[in-house]
């Protein structure tokens, strides 16, 4: 079993940062053999990718409303996963999910609220 706790969550004023951090750990952990990822969900919208970074760190993907914005970075050595969240609009509000996933394996961690105030 994995387990993935965020942290970092909470208000801010449009424009403002935030530094999500996702802790991993559990007897089948290895950092190098996952991708990890950050996704959002919205009330009442589908959850969504927001940005992914491969097992090594080499490889990252972001959806477009993101990018230029947000960076996510892997620190394999302490098992963490970031996301710092630059420029922030009101739109970014949601419950940010992180995730890891290996081959036909995935786990989520319990989310963390983002609110972004206009």
């Known amino acids: 079993q994995v387990q993935l706790v965020e942290s970092g969550g909470g208000l801010v004023q449009a424009g403002g940062s935030l530094r999500l951090s996702c802790a991993a750990s559990?007897?089948?952990?290895?950092?190098?053999?996952?991708?990890m990822g950050w996704f959002r969900q919205a009330p009442g919208k589908e959850r969504e990718a927001v940005a992914t970074?491969?097992?090594?760190?080499?490889?990252?993907y972001y959806t477009d409303t993101v990018k230029g914005r947000f960076t996510i970075s892997k620190d394999n050595a302490k098992n963490m996963v970031y996301l710092q969240m630059n420029s922030l609009k009101p739109e970014d509000t949601a419950v940010y999910y992180c995730?890891?996933?290996?081959?036909?394996?995935?786990?989520w961690g319990q989310g963390t609220q983002v609110t972004v105030s206009s």
């Open positions: 995730n890891a996933v290996r081959g036909p394996v995935g786990y």
């Open positions: 970074i491969n097992w090594s760190g080499a490889s990252t």
């Open positions: 559990g007897r089948s952990f290895i950092a190098y053999a996952y991708d």
